[in-house]
């Protein structure tokens, strides 16, 4: 810049500063968000760009359910794929059933469950002396130096794995089952329920090299995407669900098994593969297969990140199917509201594949266990329920993390807000939906706004904050997040805009791993409006909306001017109602570039009778801390 261009410039900005700070803000709520640069990998539009990469990680694994030992123990093979640019010295990978070792990170800290609402999750092994045994770790057929620290494990190869390569990994392991395993995976019983079960290789991405952060319980998973070849050995007479597709089911299922499941594959109500009746016999009389005191179920599955699997001698199981997608509910007799788990899943499973994006795979299941709720590809675990809509809601919103984080690969590690928040939202549309003319479905939807007074108060933490430093994860990870995008689409951006620019950002995302960043850029880009502002607002701090009717009277020229101010650190765009002397009324919508100068905005009004009455956001749908300022009269 030439010092010519320099001095007038500088006087422009310090204009602007002085002009904002006379009206009341020291600096613009619409100044843009420092981002990462965009580049090959990430565009500026926030898309994978034309060089993005991320590495493949294929699994091959035999495992050995022992429940008279209590304990799970595998061999696997991996195959690792360097598609980066890089050439990694060593590898990481996670061991997150070290979370249950007596010297772990959690045990230490021995931190108080999180409670949500009526429910409290303990993010620990309630003392369990658990912890994986790893009995051999290869590379290349090879012994590897290891390195454990906690829930991780650091691989040191004899020579870089250059860009483009590949190498196989051999291990071998086994733990005793915790009866709750970080709240997330165990068993009751003979119901056994298995999640982060495997050593896992950590993801190596573009943003941060490594992400290796110790699982302590609050944060969930990031992992590549691959392909699974899984087999598991069980006592015969359990049945087994799992993620992917059943390889054997003349090995493994009767005949009379397999011709109920030949029905459910066209059938949209559900069929009851195992009855209830055949659930209470006991399992010796339910084998009918083999001799043989064990049997082996194989499952393969494709593009997913995660395996998981739940084996019981007592499951009920009924399956329908959904254009062509098999839904499977797998559940105790004792369940008695799960009746309805099938309709209520397949109806979830079309709804969200309508409305958002059509789900991949060729199955899903739903497991009823002990466990509170948690989300696997092509499976989820979820607990009986006392009541209806406690059961539709956990099997509809952990069916809903199909979507994100399962497809759209978000770190839920570090950003709770783009998987959990991200399906509240989309659950709420279709509780709704499924409810639809009762109280319960009319009203769902302004939970979270009912929810803001008694969690956005002081010391409420920004929900872009990492879930394990999270003090109130129901408000930031859950209800604010739904909150923010309900508005979102329906208060800034309209639904037909939001819905579009939405579906787009799942559709370029599915199977990769975006960013708040990449999300924040696809949204502006598809929906045509910078939403800096927003962003800034809900995710990066704890802004408070206060709306208000400053003064309303005539102008110099006769028209009537109601003065509006932003009182608060929050802008967003403003509803008013007028009423007219004439007993007219007449509902305005302003956009919020209306704060573009300042806090302070005069709508003005011409030709019409006079102004007798103004009301700020008449539906109350904005969450405005201060409504005694909302009304003229007051």
């Not at 009206?23 to 993005?52: I, K």
């Not at 070792?101 to 999750?121: C, E, I, M, R, Y």
């Not at 993801?203 to 290796?212: A, F, I, S």
């Not at 395996?307 to 001698?313: G, T």
């Amino acid at each position: 810049m030439s010092r010519f261009l320099a001095r007038p410039l500088l006087l422009v900005l310090s204009l602007t500063a002085s002009g904002l700070a006379a009206q009341g803000w020291e600096v613009s709520p619409f100044r843009p968000l420092e981002l990462p640069g965009p580049n090959a990998y990430r565009t500026g539009s926030g898309r994978p760009g034309h060089a993005y990469w991320q590495q493949e990680v294929n699994y091959r694994i035999e495992t050995t359910l022992d429940p008279a030992r209590n304990e799970l123990r595998g061999r696997e093979e991996i195959a690792y794929h360097n598609r980066s640019p890089d050439a990694l010295p060593y590898l990481w990978m996670h061991l997150e059933q070290n979370m249950c070792a007596p010297g772990s990170v959690t045990n230490q800290l021995d931190q108080p469950p999180l409670v949500f609402l009526g429910s409290a999750f303990d993010f620990s092994c309630q003392g369990f002396a658990g912890g994986l045994t790893l009995d051999t770790v290869l590379v290349g057929g090879v012994a590897a130096h290891a390195t454990v620290y906690g829930t991780t494990m650091r691989l040191d190869l004899a020579e870089p794995l250059a860009p483009g390569a590949s190498l196989d990994l051999t291990l071998t392991w086994r733990f005793n089952v915790p009866a709750v395993g970080g709240g997330r995976m165990g068993h009751d019983g003979t119901l056994y329920e298995f999640g982060q079960w495997y050593p896992r290789v950590a993801v190596y991405d573009d943003l941060r090299g490594w992400n290796h952060e110790p699982y302590i319980g609050a944060g969930e998973f990031y992992l590549e995407y691959g392909r699974f070849d899984v087999s598991i050995t069980v006592p015969a007479g359990y049945v087994v669900a799992a993620t992917g597709t059943l390889e054997n089911p003349e090995q493994v299922l009767s005949a009379a098994q397999r011709e109920r499941l030949q029905r459910a594959a066209t059938s949209a109500e559900p069929v009851a593969v195992i009855t209830r009746a055949e659930a209470a016999r006991p399992p010796d009389a339910r084998a009918g297969l083999s001799r043989a005191r064990t049997l082996t179920w194989h499952f393969t599955a494709d593009r997913v990140r995660d395996f998981a699997f739940a084996a019981s001698p007592d499951f009920q199981w009924d399956a329908s199917a959904w254009e062509g997608i098999l839904v499977h509910t797998l559940y105790r007799p004792s369940a008695t509201l799960w009746a309805e788990a099938n309709r209520i899943t397949r109806d979830a499973l079309a709804y969200f594949s309508t409305q958002w994006l059509r789900y991949p795979y060729p199955q899903f299941t739903s497991v009823e266990g002990p466990i509170e709720g948690m989300e696997y590809p092509m499976i989820t675990f979820d607990p009986g329920g006392p009541t209806r809509e406690d059961v539709h809601w956990v099997l509809a919103h952990e069916l809903g993390h199909q979507w994100v984080p399962m497809v759209v690969g978000s770190n839920e590690r570090l950003h709770p807000w783009m998987d959990e928040g991200f399906n509240t939202f989309i659950d709420l549309g279709n509780v709704a939906s499924y409810f639809k003319g009762t109280a319960y479905g009319d009203t769902i939807g302004v939970h979270p706004l009912h929810l803001y007074p008694d969690h956005a108060v002081a010391g409420e933490q920004p929900m872009g904050l990492r879930p394990v430093e999270q003090h109130d994860l129901f408000w930031t990870g859950y209800q604010k997040p739904a909150l923010m995008l309900q508005l979102l689409r329906s208060e800034v951006l309209g639904e037909a805009r939001f819905d579009a620019a939405f579906r787009q950002y799942l559709a370029a995302w599915a199977f990769r791993h975006p960013a708040p960043a990449d999300f924040y850029r696809l949204m502006r880009d598809a929906s045509g409006m910078d939403l800096d502002w927003f962003w800034r607002e809900w995710v990066l701090t704890t802004t408070r909306l206060d709306q208000a009717i400053l003064a309303v009277g005539r102008g110099s020229e006769g028209e009537t001017e109601v003065q509006l101010g932003s009182l608060g650190t929050m802008v967003m765009p403003a509803e008013l109602t007028l009423s007219f002397a004439d007993g007219t009324t007449e509902l305005v919508r302003l956009p919020v570039e209306m704060w573009n100068l300042g806090p302070r905005y005069t709508y003005r009004i011409r030709g019409r009778p006079a102004v007798t009455g103004v009301e700020l956001d008449p539906r109350h749908v904005l969450p405005d801390v201060d409504r005694a300022n909302n009304r003229y009269p007051r």
